[in-house]
Protein backbone atom coordinates (compact mmCIF):
# COMPACT_ATOMS: atom_id res chain seq x y z
CA UNK A 1 0.00 0.00 0.00
CA UNK A 2 1.29 3.58 -1.38
CA UNK A 3 2.14 5.52 2.13
CA UNK A 4 1.85 9.09 0.99
CA UNK A 5 4.93 10.97 1.65
CA UNK A 6 5.47 14.37 2.83
CA UNK A 7 7.97 16.11 0.76
CA UNK A 8 9.49 19.56 0.80
CA UNK A 9 8.90 22.33 -1.72
CA UNK A 10 12.81 22.13 -3.35
CA UNK A 11 13.56 19.02 -1.99
CA UNK A 12 15.91 16.53 -3.92
CA UNK A 13 14.38 12.83 -3.95
CA UNK A 14 16.43 10.02 -3.62
CA UNK A 15 16.41 6.81 -5.81
CA UNK A 16 14.45 5.34 -3.24
CA UNK A 17 12.10 7.90 -3.03
CA UNK A 18 11.43 7.90 -6.46
CA UNK A 19 11.42 3.99 -6.51
CA UNK A 20 8.35 4.22 -3.89
CA UNK A 21 6.46 6.99 -5.56
CA UNK A 22 6.75 4.75 -8.84
CA UNK A 23 5.55 1.33 -6.62
CA UNK A 24 2.47 3.60 -5.56
CA UNK A 25 1.68 4.27 -9.07
CA UNK A 26 1.89 1.27 -10.92
CA UNK A 27 -0.19 -0.12 -8.05
CA UNK A 28 -3.05 2.74 -8.76
CA UNK A 29 -2.90 1.72 -12.39
CA UNK A 30 -3.38 -2.09 -11.66
CA UNK A 31 -6.36 -1.21 -9.44
CA UNK A 32 -7.78 1.26 -12.29
CA UNK A 33 -7.64 -1.42 -14.81
CA UNK A 34 -8.78 -3.98 -12.45
CA UNK A 35 -11.95 -1.90 -11.50
CA UNK A 36 -12.33 -1.17 -15.66
CA UNK A 37 -12.64 -4.75 -16.43
CA UNK A 38 -15.32 -5.17 -13.40
CA UNK A 39 -17.28 -3.05 -15.05
CA UNK A 40 -17.13 -3.92 -18.28
CA UNK A 41 -17.81 -7.22 -16.93
CA UNK A 42 -21.33 -6.21 -15.32
CA UNK A 43 -22.04 -4.23 -18.57
CA UNK A 44 -21.52 -7.22 -20.66
CA UNK A 45 -23.83 -9.25 -17.71
CA UNK A 46 -26.63 -6.84 -17.94
CA UNK A 47 -26.79 -6.15 -21.83
CA UNK A 48 -27.28 -10.35 -22.02
CA UNK A 49 -30.02 -10.53 -19.23
CA UNK A 50 -31.48 -7.80 -20.78
CA UNK A 51 -31.16 -8.85 -24.51
CA UNK A 52 -33.15 -12.10 -22.75
CA UNK A 53 -36.12 -10.44 -21.27
CA UNK A 54 -36.68 -8.32 -24.44
CA UNK A 55 -36.15 -11.20 -26.40
CA UNK A 56 -38.68 -13.62 -23.69
CA UNK A 57 -41.32 -10.66 -24.38
CA UNK A 58 -41.43 -11.41 -27.84
CA UNK A 59 -39.39 -9.02 -30.06
CA UNK A 60 -35.09 -10.73 -30.90
CA UNK A 61 -32.35 -8.52 -29.42
CA UNK A 62 -29.39 -9.76 -29.32
CA UNK A 63 -26.64 -8.85 -26.09
CA UNK A 64 -24.16 -7.17 -28.90
CA UNK A 65 -26.43 -4.78 -29.66
CA UNK A 66 -26.27 -1.36 -28.80
CA UNK A 67 -28.10 -0.10 -25.79
CA UNK A 68 -30.17 2.37 -28.01
CA UNK A 69 -31.22 -0.34 -30.14
CA UNK A 70 -32.04 -2.29 -27.10
CA UNK A 71 -33.73 0.44 -25.68
CA UNK A 72 -35.92 0.79 -28.91
CA UNK A 73 -36.56 -2.94 -29.01
CA UNK A 74 -38.46 -2.73 -25.33
CA UNK A 75 -40.48 0.06 -26.06
CA UNK A 76 -41.97 -2.66 -29.24
CA UNK A 77 -42.80 -5.04 -26.54
CA UNK A 78 -47.01 -5.25 -26.12
CA UNK A 79 -47.97 -4.99 -22.89
CA UNK A 80 -51.58 -6.19 -24.32
CA UNK A 81 -53.33 -3.69 -21.03
CA UNK A 82 -55.43 -1.67 -22.86
CA UNK A 83 -58.53 -0.22 -21.47
CA UNK A 84 -60.91 2.72 -21.81
CA UNK A 85 -62.45 5.19 -19.39
CA UNK A 86 -66.33 5.80 -20.24
CA UNK A 87 -68.23 8.40 -18.50
CA UNK A 88 -72.21 7.31 -19.25
CA UNK A 89 -73.60 10.67 -17.24
CA UNK A 90 -77.18 11.07 -18.04
CA UNK A 91 -76.59 14.82 -17.42
CA UNK A 92 -73.50 15.33 -19.48
CA UNK A 93 -74.40 13.62 -22.88
CA UNK A 94 -77.42 11.08 -23.19
CA UNK A 95 -75.26 8.12 -25.00
CA UNK A 96 -71.83 8.66 -22.82
CA UNK A 97 -68.45 9.34 -24.17
CA UNK A 98 -64.66 8.18 -23.99
CA UNK A 99 -63.01 9.82 -21.77
CA UNK A 100 -59.80 8.40 -21.99
CA UNK A 101 -57.72 6.13 -22.82
CA UNK A 102 -54.68 4.11 -21.20
CA UNK A 103 -52.26 0.94 -21.11
CA UNK A 104 -49.30 0.87 -24.50
CA UNK A 105 -50.16 0.50 -28.02
CA UNK A 106 -47.71 -2.42 -29.24
CA UNK A 107 -46.20 0.08 -31.89
CA UNK A 108 -46.67 3.83 -32.25
CA UNK A 109 -50.24 4.22 -33.15
CA UNK A 110 -52.02 7.91 -33.85
CA UNK A 111 -55.61 7.95 -32.04
CA UNK A 112 -58.10 10.30 -32.99
Given amino acids: MYKKQNFRPGEVLSAAQMDHIEE ?3 EIEKNVI ?3 EDVKKHVSDVKERLADVIT ?3 VPTASNESFDDMI ?4 KISTGAYGMI ?3 S ?3 KPY ?3 CGIYGLLPTET ?3
Fill in 24 to 26: GLV
Fill in 34 to 36: ETL
Fill in 56 to 58: EKG
Fill in 72 to 75: ANAK
Fill in 86 to 88: INT
Fill in 90 to 92: LYT
Fill in 96 to 98: GYV
Fill in 110 to 112: EVS
